[in-house]
């Protein structure tokens, strides 16, 4: 658990609401995600490089100033345009889990 928490704050920069050695809540701009460990190693493993996540943010041009720091200790898809409409980058958390982080294209510029 603190692993995750560790690289949603400080790669993606939630901050934790609720915290306990099983559970967790962390909140960025007014979303939340709660996390929970996996019922065993197994589920855990099975779930690696097989489970995604989209978080939709405001602001994502700052957020991927910051985030593209981390090049050296993560997988990250550079940000680009998506023809859905949608402006993204895609990062792979410590547990194989990939994430999406977009935001409306449409949206760039008006942010902030």
Not at 17 to 35: A, K
Not at 56 to 79: G, M, P, Q
Not at 90 to 106: C, E, M, N, R, Y
Request: with cysteine; net charge negative; glycine share 8%.
């Amino acid at each position: 658990m603190e692993q995750t928490i560790a690289f949603y704050r400080t790669v993606l920069g939630f901050t934790p609401t609720l915290q306990s050695p099983n559970y967790c809540v962390i909140e960025r701009d007014g979303q939340t995600l709660h996390f929970q460990n996996a019922a065993s190693e197994a589920v855990m493993d099975a779930m690696r490089k097989h489970g995604e996540c989209y978080i939709e943010v405001s602001n994502i041009e700052a957020l991927w100033e910051h985030v593209k720091t981390f090049k050296e200790n993560y997988t990250i898809r550079d940000l680009f345009a998506r023809d859905y409409g949608m402006t993204e980058f895609h990062i792979i958390d410590p547990h194989g889990i990939l994430v999406f982080v977009g935001q409306p294209t449409s949206e760039l510029g008006n942010s902030g």
